[in-house]
Nanobody, 125 residues
Framework: QVQLVESGGGLVQAGGSLRLSCAAS????????MGWFRQAPGKEREFVAT????????YYADSVKGRVTISRDNAKNTVYLQMNSLKPEDTAVYYC??????????????????WGQGTQVTVSS
């Protein structure tokens, strides 16, 4: 089992940047593929980005492609989400998640086994 704790959210103006971090407990972090999702008020949780266990494969939602970069540091048990050129529509609670199928590039909520508590990102216009 792995426990996930997100940090790095906050209030930023449109066009600004934020880097989210997700710290994982345990010694098996490198055995998980990792993903970032977000949920805006009144909306379903949606996929943002994912990365495989090694960091060699990534995939992004069309809505963030070119503005967001997912990365991981297995030595630090941490996955990151660098977000640039932020827009008001990026406002949401951002969640990181772990997938036990370490090679998989998954975009659905049901594919992930463990979730963090989320961190709020608010982008003002």
């Amino acid at each position: 089992q792995v426990q996930l704790v997100e940090s790095g959210g906050g209030l930023v103006q449109a066009g600004g940047s934020l880097r989210l971090s997700c710290a994982a407990s345990g010694r098996t972090f490198s055995r998980y593929a990792m993903g970032w999702f977000r949920q805006a008020p009144g909306k379903e949780r949606e996929f943002v980005a994912t990365i495989d266990w090694s960091g060699s494969a990534t995939y992004y939602a069309d809505s963030v492609k070119g503005r967001v970069t997912i990365s991981r540091d297995n030595a630090k048990n941490t996955v990151y989400l660098q977000m640039n050129s932020l827009k008001p529509e990026d406002t949401a609670v951002y969640y990181c998640a772990a997938d036990r199928i370490m090679y998989r590039i998954a975009t659905t909520v049901s594919s992930y086994d463990y979730w963090g508590q989320g961190t709020q990102v608010t982008v003002s216009s």
